[in-house]
C-alpha cells in the first residue's frame, strides 16, 4: 500500500488574502499552486498546517472528528506567527465543501480521510527578514489513509534527548514547518546510530514529545503526561485520549514528568507508554533508550490498557460508540 500521506485527491480548496480580505473559496486542481519565488515562507517559514480526519459510518455518513479544535489551533498558529488571521468560519466551511465534493472516496474503517489545511505567506518580499508577510495563501488538501497498524501492532523505540530541544521554546504550540525541519538531524541520527523510531524531546529533563506527536506514560489507571505549556504542540489526540481515561474512571495527571521518574516507573511491570497523534491515534512504546542504555517499558511489548484506550476512540470515531462529547461534524 502507498506510504501515509503520499495519494492525494485531484482537487483541494484555495482561497488567497490579499492584504485586505480573504478571496472566496475555490476549488482547483491539487497540483496547481502558483507562487512568487520570493514569497515569504519560501524564505523566513511563515507556514503553519493542520491534520484532521474524516469518517465513514456504516449509515454512508461521513463525520469529521473535533474539526473546531483543529481550527482553533489553525487560527492560534496563525496569529503567533504573524500570518494574516484567517476567518475561522470560512476555514471551517472550505474543509466541509472540499471534503464533501469527495465524500465517495472517503474510506471505510480502519481508513479515513486525512485533512490538511495549510497556510503561508505568499509576500514577495525578500527583505521581510524581520517583518510579516502582508498577503498569504491557505488551502485545503485530501489524502485517503488505510489502516496505519496493518502491519500488526508492533512497540516503538525512543531514544530519549535530554540535550537537544525539538524547536525553539516559545514555538512549540505552533504547527509550523521550521519546527520538523530543526528536529530533522537528530532523529535522523538516532535512526542511524540507534535503530531508534523517534526521538523523545527532554529538554532539561523535561519530557516533552516526539517530533510529532505526544508522550503519554501510563501506570496502572494513571495516565501522566505533560501539562499544558507554551513549549510543546497541543495535541487533539491528547486531549481526546485523557477524556476518554477520565471516563473510564482512570486518574489523570497533567503535570511535570522527568525523564528520572519516567525510567524509574517504565521499569515496572505493568507500565505502559504510548505516542498520540492524529495519524496513528495511539501508538505503544516498548523502549527507551538512554545514555546508552536501553530500558524496556514494563514487558516491553503491546500494553493492554493502550490498546483500550485506541478501541474506546477508534469506535466514536468510526460510529460505533455513543458521541458523547459531540467530536463529530456529520456533512
Ligand atoms: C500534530 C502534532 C501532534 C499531535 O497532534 P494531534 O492534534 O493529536 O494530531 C503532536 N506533536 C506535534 C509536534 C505535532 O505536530
Request: net charge negative.
Amino acid at each position: 500500500m502507498a506510504a501515509f500521506g503520499t495519494v492525494f485527491m485531484p482537487e483541494m480548496a484555495i482561497s488567497w488574502f490579499d492584504g485586505n480580505r480573504w478571496s472566496d473559496a475555490e476549488v482547483v486542481s491539487s497540483d496547481s499552486l502558483q507562487l512568487h519565488p520570493g514569497a515569504h515562507v519560501l524564505h523566513y517559514s511563515s507556514t503553519c498546517f493542520e491534520g484532521l480526519k474524516a469518517f465513514r459510518h456504516a449509515d454512508g455518513s461521513i463525520n469529521i472528528f473535533r474539526m473546531d479544535r483543529n481550527i482553533e489551533r489553525f487560527a492560534q498558529s496563525s496569529e503567533l506567527l504573524a500570518l494574516p488571521a484567517i476567518d475561522k468560519a470560512a476555514s471551517e466551511q472550505m474543509i466541509i465543501d472540499i471534503v464533501r465534493r469527495f465524500k465517495d472516496e472517503v474510506p471505510e474503517p480502519p481508513g479515513s480521510m486525512y485533512i490538511r489545511p495549510t497556510h503561508f505567506g505568499t509576500e514577495p518580499a525578500i527583505g521581510k527578514a524581520a517583518a510579516p508577510s502582508m498577503t498569504s495563501c491557505q488551502y485545503v488538501l485530501l489524502s485517503p489513509v488505510g489502516d496505519y497498524f496493518s502491519g500488526g501492532d508492533t512497540t516503538l523505540r525512543l531514544l530519549l534527548e535530554e540535550n537537544g530541544a525539538r524547536c525553539a521554546a516559545h514555538m512549540g504550540m505552533i504547527k509550523s514547518g521550521g519546527n520538523y525541519a530543526s528536529a530533522l538531524r537528530p532523529i535522523m541520527q538516532a535512526k542511524a546510530d540507534l535503530n531508534a523510531d523517534q526521538v523523545l524531546f527532554c529538554p532539561g529533563g523535561d519530557v516533552q514529545e516526539t517530533g510529532a506527536a505526544n508522550f503519554l506514560l501510563i501506570d496502572g489507571d494513571e495516565v501522566i503526561t505533560k501539562a499544558l505549556d507554551e513549549s510543546f504542540l497541543h495535541g487533539v489526540t491528547r486531549d481526546s485520549i485523557l477524556t476518554i481515561a477520565r471516563d473510564l474512571g482512570m486518574k489523570v495527571s497533567e503535570r511535570q514528568l522527568t525523564v528520572e521518574e519516567l525510567l524509574e516507573r517504565a521499569a515496572k511491570p505493568g507500565c505502559e507508554a504510548a505516542l498520540s497523534g492524529t495519524a496513528a491515534v495511539l501508538t505503544p512504546v516498548g523502549t527507551l533508550i538512554h545514555n546508552g542504555q536501553e530500558f524496556k517499558v514494563g514487558n516491553g511489548g503491546v500494553g493492554e490498557t493502550t490498546l483500550k484506550l485506541r478501541q474506546t476512540l477508534n469506535a466514536i470515531q468510526w460510529g460505533k460508540a455513543e458521541d458523547t462529547h459531540g467530536w463529530l461534524t456529520k456533512i
